[in-house]
């Protein structure tokens, strides 16, 4: 089980960047429609919670857990941004899956890896 959740936090931004590729390639003539809108969406939100991971480790507040110094704030920190996070990925999922049929694959992997990434990461702290 460990390997399939390896390799799906390996994938995830190789499916998010084929997603956006595949999304700016045109096919024919398309037209922005309700489906190419949610698709974007997905990405988007997708892509920023990726973006965010990052940046929001670096900046977690500190703690001392053989003191028990800051530990409160630092679980309530987690607890706030793993949820939040998990919130914009289930969205996205859900907007991939009714956006367009080529992208749902890719969607639905890039969310799976970056919730997975998030929540070992967020345990491991």
Known sequence: MNVVAIILVIFAPVALIYG???????????????????TLLSLVLASVVIV?????????????????????????????WVRTVFRALLAALILGLIGRPRLIFPIVVGCIGTGLLWLFTALME
Do not use: H, N, Y
């Open 52 to 80: 965010l991971w990052p940046v929001l480790m670096v900046s977690m507040p500190g703690a001392d857990w053989r003191s028990g110094a800051g530990v409160a704030e630092q679980t309530q920190w987690i607890s706030f």
């Open 20 to 38: 956006w590729v595949c999304f700016f390639t045109p096919v024919g003539e398309e037209r922005f429609g309700w489906r190419k809108g949610a």
